[in-house]
């Protein structure tokens, strides 16, 4: 029988896995109703925002977003999300 092939994600994971880098969620409830809240404020209508970019910056988000197969304004809006959520932080 020919050995299980993973992907580099699937490969990440496995080795993070037999690290014992997991921990078990102490509430699950409240964990739950944590990223519930997420979903609901995704599907909830988006408020539009104008900003200006320089034409730099612009070109290179375009460009990401390309790579990623994704709209512009759906990375834009991912980008912002994060920051807020606090996973995104600001390098000093």
């Not at 037999?18 to 969620?25: D, H, K, N, V, Y």
């Not at 979903?39 to 290179?60: C, H, M, W, Y």
């Amino acid at each position: 029988m020919k050995p299980q092939e993973f992907d580099i994600d699937e490969q990440e994971l496995l080795e993070s896995y037999e690290r014992e880098e997991w921990q078990p969620i102490a509430n699950l409830k409240d964990e739950l109703q944590h990223y519930q809240a997420y979903a609901t404020a995704t599907i909830q209508k988006n408020r539009l925002v104008s900003i200006g970019l320089s034409p730099e910056d612009f070109v290179e988000i375009q460009q990401k977003a390309m790579e990623k197969g994704i709209p512009y304004q759906t990375l834009i809006a991912n980008v912002v999300h994060q920051f807020a959520a606090g996973r995104l932080v600001e390098q000093t």
